[in-house]
């Protein structure tokens, strides 16, 4: 293999994981390009945080008691450090704050691959559903390429650039072929069938958006897991499909 080649793999690979990690410098995309979004809009979004600390990733409320984020997101933490805000358009104040009781990561979750990153977080107790806090049902398929979906986060708003949001931000993304996404991360990364595609140039999630949710036609489809930079043509952002993943999350939860 030349060395071209091999300096490239290790870029792509230093730059495509996960929250907290360094990105290497390229130009940047700059949820990049979303809108201010209210929790009134999105109420099922909730933000997963250390016990003492910030926001570090977002999840969706699947059931009163039971939120969707990514495997990523809870690899080598325990429950005990863990609660969920939810029912707050900020990550940092308002709403509810609940603890979490339990960690559910599938066997076959893959952290090298990112394959089946999803984690399931149990609450200590069922919350109380409100105009600002409700649950979003799972999606049984994927929606075709080219659906309109929205991803909502608190995350990066600029590749590269601690630039988390302290309001919620929301962007539109069409669902990329699987396919075509595969060909675009290709030799690299593989796309396997538990994950989704969506996003196009300059629209996309970012660092600090992984384990929230994909909405397309008022179900939630996908959770953020990884992508190369953010927002970068012909770099759709990578989702973990919950339709792929469905049978697992309906286990857990007993949905
Ligand atoms: N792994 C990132 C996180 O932990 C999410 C990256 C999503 N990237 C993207 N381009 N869609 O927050």
């Not at 005990?80 to 960690?103: C, D, F, H, N, P």
Request: hydrophobic share 40%; charged share 15%.
């Amino acid at each position: 293999m030349n060395r071209l080649l091999l300096s490239v793999l290790a870029l792509i690979a230093l730059s495509v994981c996960c929250e907290g990690h360094s990105d290497i410098d390229l130009p940047s995309g700059k949820i990049i390009n979303g809108m201010p979004a209210t929790i009134e809009q999105h109420p099922y979004q909730v933000s997963v945080q250390t016990l003492l600390g910030p926001h570090f990733c977002g999840g969706a409320l699947i059931k009163e008691n039971f939120v969707l984020t990514a495997a990523h997101c809870v690899e080598g933490r325990s429950a005990l450090e863990l609660k969920v805000r939810l029912g707050s358009t900020s990550w940092a104040y308002g709403g509810k704050v609940v603890l979490v009781k339990s960690i559910n990561v599938p066997n076959d979750y893959n952290s090298d691959t990112l394959d089946s990153d999803v984690a399931v977080l149990k609450l200590i107790f069922p919350v109380i559903l409100t105009s600002k806090i409700r649950t979003i049902e799972l999606a049984v398929s994927e929606p075709v390429a080219g659906t309109n979906a929205v991803v909502t986060g608190w995350g990066n708003t600029v590749e590269n650039v601690p630039s988390g949001s302290l309001n919620l931000q929301a962007v539109e993304v069409p669902i990329v072929d699987r396919a075509d996404c595969g060909t675009s991360y290709n030799p690299f990364r593989s796309i396997t069938e538990r994950m989704m595609c969506a996003g196009t140039a300059g629209r996309d999630a970012c660092q600090g958006d992984s384990g929230g949710p994909l909405v397309a036609n008022g179900q939630l489809v996908g959770v953020v897991s990884w992508g190369y930079g953010c927002a970068r043509p012909n770099y759709p952002g990578v989702y973990s499909s919950v339709p792929a993943l469905r049978s697992y999350i309906t286990q857990v939860t007993g949905l």
